[in-house]
């Protein structure tokens, strides 16, 4: 990658008169506070939190609401038993000129809705196969493996319960994680179980529906249409080949594309729910190019002189433009999938009209039981044995992203049964068979929600350097930062040889770069044992004196006085121009005329474009971005949050590192 043309504002420049500007966004946050609002009031979260985090954030305030839906479906249910089943029963018409679609509400629910949740599933999965842990392919063989295992295992615990009985076809509603719901219960029982474990648990949950969905498609349809599904297999060709198309024709045809999907699959007689994982899992994800990002900011610029309609259109589209269709779709539909869509769901399927003749024949029936056993032993089960023999039989050459607590922990979570469960009950059964497949399907959800809760509460007993290793394992982090520290050219502050390494992308011009500041000095403080790096990253399209502030700050480094001058620009962080910075130089004893030629000739541009082109190449769009350990921290960055993340870092060094003493015994072996 070549560095970028950059010209920084030199003296002549600076005493021309800038064109009129709006603060502008970055990727960080707004540039400038909101007018009115005061400095140490603005939220320091820095670039969002993770997509992964976020993700299951709102699952873990959804699962509440899911379980209230369930709640709500019960007591209807056993109240008015006769209203719960008049009201999913009624039949809804929706025309589109020739085409008609009429079905039961809670088909609308079951095959309708619900293609929106499995729209999100897959494209979070899509996300972490293209951004996340799973873009080394190999880490996706054991949790795809496991995925199938802890499917094939429960089918065969309830195909031994049943006996090839009456219950026997419904053997496709014991194989099927809820991941709404799994995700959900891990988030509240594993509070600070580490980012990589819930990687690993959605790779398998994924894997899971994807089979589920190919199951309900193959052995719960009937009377398929071949031409309708030949249309629907079309159409999805059209959607894989619509992200070639200009932004601006790509999203009508990819929507209109999509819905012939689910309406072709609909009627073929395939259960449509497929179509949302289907693209889900089609649509690729990436990070904002900050190419892109300034062609942006150029066009907002554009805006704010002429604000016309046509600038503010051209604006709009460039914006979200930057962002992946991954990304824009799982913004539009994550909350309303976990929020709405999954209790709503439930809230159709979950009634189930309770009596005393109807729990006593469910303990003893072979469809209650062999669904609660398939999912609560089963699925741990083949999920641990799975990853244990694929990592002995491969000589550790593929082994789990994470320990075995952590694997255990996935397995017994897989066992959180619920919607796509129902889903095929509701399909397999009828009558008593299909109130006792439901009551299996909760007493497994509930019964595996605790097992989870077990053995995170048996873990966290652990010794802390035994918990680190039993969730992390031996597998390696994937780095992050592309350019690994160079203490002969990067500016370092705390001991060269410390355990942790924070490295922090900046830009002196930049509100939000200055207000991390603080928390920067604050973090030396409280930890002795780390060492702090900055690297310039000046967005020069909206900080027009960020360039030459950070040759400033190169300049000072030749005389010594890097870090003084590093906080003096960030004091000062309205006052960049080069006067200023002639001023600051002064101030700090500096070799003035050397510091004034450095800057005119511009000695250290060349520095900064080897930084800014490291940033380019971690995927760095904005500032200020940290690393930790080489790892990239998404998530807020107050002091707290940051400390946590050290902490666990040590933690990580002090467990898998070996000490001086095991390396000197070794070597002397």
């Known amino acids: 990658?070549?560095?970028?043309?950059?010209?920084?504002?030199?003296?002549?420049?600076?005493?021309?008169?800038?064109?009129?500007?709006?603060?502008?966004?970055?990727?960080?946050?707004?540039?400038?506070?909101?007018?009115?609002?005061?400095?140490?009031?603005?939220?320091?979260?820095?670039?969002?939190?993770?997509?992964?985090?976020?993700?299951?954030?709102?699952?873990?305030?959804?699962?509440?609401?899911?379980?209230?839906?369930?709640?709500?479906?019960?007591?209807?249910?056993?109240?008015?038993p006769g209203a719960y089943e008049t009201v999913w029963h009624w039949v809804l018409s929706v025309r589109v000129g020739p085409l008609a679609a009429a079905l039961p509400v809670r088909d609308w629910v079951n095959s309708g809705l619900m293609t929106l949740f499995f729209l999100v599933v897959g494209l979070e999965a899509r996300r972490e196969f293209d951004l996340g842990d799973l873009r080394e392919r190999r880490r996706l063989v054991l949790p795809a493996v496991a995925g199938l295992a802890g499917m094939a295992v429960p089918v065969l615990i309830y195909l031994a319960f049943t006996g090839g009985g009456p219950g026997a076809h419904g053997w496709g509603a014991a194989m099927s994680t809820d991941t709404a719901l799994a995700l959900g219960v891990f988030a509240v029982v594993g509070r600070g179980a580490p980012e990589r474990i819930r990687t690993f648990v959605l790779t398998v949950f994924v894997v899971d529906d994807i089979v589920a969905l190919v199951v309900i498609a193959f052995a719960y349809s009937s009377h398929v249409n071949l031409v309708a599904l030949g249309i629907a297999a079309l159409a999805y060709a059209g959607v894989l080949a619509s992200r070639r198309l200009d932004y601006r024709y790509r999203k009508p045809v990819f929507t209109a594309l999509a819905l012939t999907v689910w309406g072709s699959l609909l009627t073929s007689g395939i259960d449509p729910v497929v179509a949302g994982l289907a693209v889900g899992l089609a649509t690729s994800?990436?990070?904002?190019?900050?190419?892109?990002?300034?062609?942006?900011?150029?066009?907002?610029?554009?805006?704010?002189?002429?604000?016309?309609?046509?600038?503010?259109?051209?604006?709009?589209?460039?914006?979200?433009?930057?962002?992946?269709?991954?990304?824009?779709?799982?913004?539009?539909?994550?909350?309303v999938a976990s929020y709405v869509v999954v209790p709503l769901f439930a809230l159709a399927n979950a009634g189930i009209a309770v009596n005393a003749d109807v729990l006593a024949s469910a303990v003893t029936a072979p469809i209650t039981v062999g669904i609660f056993l398939a999912y609560v032993a089963g699925k741990p089960l083949a999920v641990f044995g799975t990853s244990w023999l694929l990592a002995r039989l491969s000589r550790g050459s593929l082994q789990p992203a994470v320990g075995w607590a952590g694997v255990l922990s996935g397995g017994t979570m897989a066992g959180v049964a619920f919607t796509v469960s129902l889903l095929i009950a509701d399909?397999?059964?009828?009558?008593?068979?299909?109130?006792?497949?439901?009551?299996?399907?909760?007493?497994?959800?509930?019964?595996?929600?605790?097992?989870?809760?077990?053995?995170?509460?048996?873990?966290?007993?652990?010794?802390?350097?035994?918990?680190?290793?039993a969730l992390l394992g031996d597998a390696p982090e994937l780095t992050d930062l592309v350019a690994p520290v160079d203490l002969g050219r990067d500016?370092?502050?705390?001991?060269?040889?410390?355990?942790?390494?924070?490295?922090?992308?900046?830009?002196?011009?930049?509100?939000?770069?200055?207000?991390?500041?603080?928390?920067?000095?604050?973090?030396?403080?409280?930890?002795?044992?780390?060492?702090?790096?900055w690297r310039h990253l000046p967005l020069h399209d909206?900080?027009?004196?960020?360039?030459?502030?950070?040759?400033?700050?190169?300049?000072?480094?030749?005389?010594?006085?890097?870090?003084?001058?590093?906080?003096?620009?960030?004091?000062?962080?309205?006052?960049?121009?080069?006067?200023?910075?002639?001023?600051?130089?002064?101030?700090?004893?500096?070799?003035?005329?050397?510091?004034?030629?450095?800057?005119?000739?511009?000695?250290?541009?060349?520095?900064?474009?080897?930084?800014?082109?490291?940033?380019?190449?971690?995927?760095?769009?904005?500032?200020?971005?940290?690393?930790?350990?080489?790892?990239?921290?998404?998530?807020?960055?107050?002091?707290?949050?940051?400390?946590?993340?050290?902490?666990?870092?040590?933690?990580?060094?002090?467990?898998?590192?070996?000490?001086?003493?095991?390396?000197?015994?070794?070597?002397?072996?």
């Open 427 to 469: 399909l397999a059964f009828t009558g008593r068979e299909l109130e006792q497949a439901k009551l299996g399907v909760l007493a497994a959800a509930a019964g595996a929600a605790l097992l989870t809760f077990a053995v995170q509460r048996v873990t966290a007993s652990l010794p802390e350097a035994v918990r680190t290793r």
């Open 542 to 669: 909206i900080h027009p004196h960020a360039q030459l502030a950070a040759e400033a700050a190169e300049a000072a480094g030749a005389q010594g006085a890097f870090w003084p001058m590093h906080d003096l620009l960030l004091a000062n962080q309205g006052d960049l121009h080069f006067d200023a910075l002639v001023g600051y130089a002064t101030q700090l004893g500096l070799n003035t005329a050397r510091f004034r030629e450095d800057l005119l000739r511009g000695r250290f541009t060349s520095h900064v474009e080897r930084d800014v082109e490291s940033a380019d190449l971690s995927g760095v769009a904005g500032t200020p971005t940290f690393f930790i350990n080489d790892q990239r921290h998404d998530g807020p960055q107050d002091l707290t949050t940051l400390n946590t993340a050290i902490t666990g870092a040590r933690t990580r060094a002090a467990t898998f590192t070996p000490s001086a003493a095991a390396v000197t015994a070794a070597a002397a072996a």
């Open 491 to 533: 500016h370092v502050r705390g001991p060269e040889d410390a355990a942790v390494t924070v490295v922090e992308y900046g830009d002196f011009e930049c509100p939000w770069t200055g207000m991390v500041a603080p928390t920067a000095r604050e973090l030396l403080a409280d930890n002795a044992d780390i060492r702090y790096v």
């Open 1 to 80: 990658m070549q560095p970028r043309n950059v010209t920084p504002i030199r003296p002549a420049d600076a005493m021309a008169p800038m064109p009129s500007m709006a603060p502008m966004p970055t990727a960080s946050g707004p540039e400038t506070p909101m007018d009115g609002m005061p400095m140490g009031r603005m939220s320091m979260s820095g670039p969002a939190s993770s997509p992964l985090r976020a993700f299951l954030k709102t699952e873990s305030g959804s699962a509440g609401v899911l379980v209230a839906a369930v709640v709500v479906a019960l007591v209807w249910a056993n109240v008015a």
């Open 285 to 335: 994800a990436y990070v904002p190019k900050r190419d892109t990002l300034e062609e942006a900011t150029a066009l907002v610029r554009l805006f704010r002189e002429q604000p016309t309609a046509e600038a503010a259109s051209s604006a709009s589209r460039r914006l979200t433009a930057t962002l992946s269709a991954n990304a824009r779709l799982r913004h539009a539909f994550h909350r």
